[in-house]
């Protein structure tokens, strides 16, 4: 990742890396300042101690330790990055209409309620969504009659589910 791309990452909703080929770091402070934006979005990574950790200290972060921190999602080899933003992308896009937004919107709601959930949030979330179009109601009718409410189901979920779509 380039200097100054840090910031704009840590804005995205997720954030993945090439193992090996990319490293974050929020240097300012050796400047005598410190990163405008980054203080915001990297504490709510990582965590305050975290964040100062980085912050203060001002060094290269690998992917390995920023995926131990949050700071990334995940750290993949880097022929296989591609392939899987590829494929998450090509889940959500799949996701019923509707559906991606009303679980961001409950998962910010969960996110700025602090320790005590905002469960009105949620409902209004699930409002969007619910009730269910005929669609989704029978794919999750034959996802039950599948087996996904069985001990082998749930093993065996992910393969389940996507032989329904």
């Known amino acids: 990742m380039v200097q100054g791309g840090a910031e704009l990452a840590m804005a995205a909703d997720m954030r993945f890396a090439a193992a090996g080929e990319t490293w974050l770091s929020q240097p300012e402070t050796r400047m005598g300042i410190f990163p405008g934006g980054g203080t915001q979005y990297l504490t709510r990574l990582v965590g305050r101690a975290r964040a ?8 290269l972060f690998g ?6 921190y949050g700071w990334i ?5 880097p022929d296989e990055l591609d392939v899987f933003v590829d494929s998450l992308a090509h889940r959500i896009g799949a996701l019923t209409a509707g559906v991606a937004e009303a679980a961001k919107q409950a998962i910010d709601a969960a996110e ?9 949030e949620e409902a209004q979330a699930h409002a969007k969504v619910y009730p ?7 794919r999750m009718g034959r ?6 409410q069985t001990r082998e189901g749930e093993l065996a979920l ?3 589910l996507d032989g329904l779509a």
């Open 52 to 59: 100062l950790e980085a912050v203060l200290g001002a060094e």
């Open 112 to 120: 700025a309620s602090g320790p005590v959930p905002d469960l009105t």
């Open 143 to 148: 996802a039950v009659a599948a087996g996904a």
């Open 63 to 68: 992917t390995g330790m920023a995926e131990r």
């Open 132 to 138: 269910a179009p005929q669609p989704v109601v029978e």
């Open 158 to 160: 992910e393969e389940l």
């Open 73 to 77: 999602n995940r750290a993949l080899a």
